[in-house]
C-alpha cells in the first residue's frame, strides 16, 4: 500500500495522475500545506525539505522497512519503476523520460509557480512590474519549449505516454490564468487535449484532501501564526546531538 501525504495543488496531482493510471491502492494522508501541516515532526521526517508531496511504500519491493519517498519527481519515478509502467529502463528510453521529469522540476513548476506568487502580491508589497514580466516571459517560453518538443511527436518522451506527461500537464491546467493563448501553440493544444481526456488524469486531478478551510473560520491569531510559519522561511536549526567528526 503506498501512502501518500497530500493536499490538491500541481505537485501533489502529479502523483495522483499516476497512481490512478496506474490503478493501484493508495491512502491520501491530508498535508495542509496552507495550515502548516508540513512543518510537524512526523511530516519533516519523510519530507525534509517541508514541502508536499512525499511517499510512503508500505510494502516495498525487497520486503524490508517501509520506504518513505519525498520530492515529486522522486516518487513518480520510484513508482513507475516499481510498478514497471510508463517508465522505460533501457538506457535511451529511460533518460529521454527523465531529462523531461528534470526539465519540469527545475523549470516547469519554479518559474510557473513564481509567476503565480509575484502577480497575487498586492501594491503594499511594492512595485512587481519587473518580477511579473520576468516570469510572465518565462512561462510563455516554457510553453514554446513544450510546443516544439510536441511538433514531431506524440508525447514528450516520443510515442508512449510516460511520467514526463504526466509530470507537466497539471502545471498546464490553468493556462488561462497564466495569460496562455492555447492557439499559439498548436502541438501543445493537441497533446494538452489528448491528456485532458484520459480518464486516468480525470481522475487523479478530482482527488481530494477532506473538506476545504471555510477562511472565515480561521481566528486572526490563527491566520498571524500561519504568516509567520509559511512565509520568508529561513534555515531551520539542526538537532544539537547531532553527529559530528573533527
Same mark, same amino acid.
Given at each position: 500500500?503506498?501512502?501518500? $501525504?497530500?493536499?490538491?495543488?500541481?505537485?501533489?496531482?502529479?502523483?495522483?495522475?499516476?497512481?490512478? =493510471?496506474?490503478?493501484?491502492?493508495?491512502?491520501?494522508?491530508?498535508?495542509? &500545506?496552507?495550515?502548516? !501541516?508540513?512543518?510537524?515532526?512526523?511530516?519533516?521526517?519523510?519530507?525534509? /525539505?517541508?514541502?508536499?508531496?512525499?511517499?510512503?511504500?508500505?510494502?516495498?519491493?525487497?520486503?524490508? %522497512?517501509? &520506504?518513505?519517498? +519525498?520530492?515529486?519527481?522522486? &516518487?513518480?519515478?520510484? @513508482?513507475? =519503476?516499481?510498478?514497471?509502467?510508463?517508465?522505460?529502463?533501457?538506457?535511451?528510453?529511460?533518460?529521454?523520460?527523465?531529462?523531461?521529469?528534470?526539465?519540469?522540476?527545475?523549470?516547469?513548476?519554479?518559474?510557473?509557480? %513564481?509567476?503565480?506568487?509575484?502577480?497575487?502580491?498586492?501594491?503594499? $508589497?511594492?512595485?512587481?512590474?519587473?518580477? /511579473?514580466?520576468?516570469?510572465?516571459?518565462?512561462?510563455?517560453? #516554457?510553453?514554446?519549449?513544450?510546443?516544439?518538443?510536441?511538433?514531431?511527436?506524440?508525447?514528450?518522451?516520443?510515442?508512449?505516454?510516460?511520467?514526463?506527461?504526466?509530470?507537466?500537464?497539471?502545471?498546464?491546467?490553468?493556462?488561462? @490564468?497564466?495569460? &496562455?493563448?492555447? /492557439?499559439? +501553440?498548436?502541438?501543445?493544444?493537441?497533446?494538452?487535449?489528448?491528456?485532458? !481526456?484520459?480518464?486516468?488524469?480525470? *481522475?487523479?486531478?478530482?482527488?481530494?484532501?477532506?473538506?476545504?478551510?471555510?477562511?472565515?473560520?480561521?481566528?486572526?491569531?490563527?491566520?498571524?501564526? *500561519?504568516?509567520? @510559519? #509559511?512565509?520568508?522561511? *529561513?534555515?531551520?536549526?539542526?538537532?544539537?546531538?547531532? #553527529? #559530528?567528526?573533527?
Amino acid at each position: 500500500m503506498y501512502d501518500l $501525504h497530500y493536499w490538491p495543488t500541481p505537485n501533489g496531482k502529479k502523483v495522483t495522475i499516476l497512481l490512478e =493510471e496506474l490503478g493501484v491502492p493508495y491512502n491520501v494522508v491530508p498535508m495542509n &500545506i496552507g495550515r502548516g !501541516d508540513q512543518f510537524t515532526p512526523a511530516a519533516l521526517k519523510i519530507s525534509p /525539505n517541508n514541502r508536499m508531496p512525499a511517499l510512503v511504500d508500505t510494502s516495498p519491493a525487497d520486503g524490508g %522497512e517501509p &520506504i518513505g519517498v +519525498f520530492e515529486s519527481g522522486a &516518487i513518480m519515478m520510484y @513508482l513507475a =519503476e516499481k510498478e514497471g509502467r510508463f517508465w522505460p529502463q533501457t538506457v535511451r528510453g529511460k533518460y529521454e523520460v527523465a531529462q523531461w521529469v528534470m526539465w519540469q522540476m527545475a523549470n516547469q513548476g519554479p518559474k510557473t509557480g %513564481e509567476r503565480g506568487h509575484f502577480g497575487r502580491l498586492g501594491p503594499e $508589497h511594492g512595485d512587481q512590474a519587473y518580477a /511579473n514580466k520576468r516570469f510572465t516571459d518565462e512561462v510563455h517560453r #516554457l510553453y514554446g519549449v513544450l510546443n516544439n518538443r510536441l511538433y514531431d511527436r506524440r508525447y514528450l518522451a516520443g510515442d508512449d505516454y510516460s511520467i514526463a506527461d504526466m509530470i507537466s500537464y497539471p502545471w498546464t491546467v490553468s493556462w488561462k @490564468l497564466q495569460g &496562455i493563448d492555447l /492557439n499559439e +501553440f498548436r502541438y501543445f493544444k493537441r497533446w494538452f487535449e489528448e491528456l485532458s !481526456d484520459r480518464p486516468g488524469v480525470q *481522475r487523479g486531478l478530482a482527488v481530494t484532501a477532506g473538506p476545504s478551510e471555510d477562511p472565515s473560520t480561521v481566528s486572526p491569531e490563527e491566520q498571524a501564526r *500561519r504568516r509567520a @510559519l #509559511l512565509y520568508n522561511q *529561513r534555515a531551520r536549526p539542526a538537532p544539537e546531538n547531532g #553527529l #559530528l567528526t573533527i
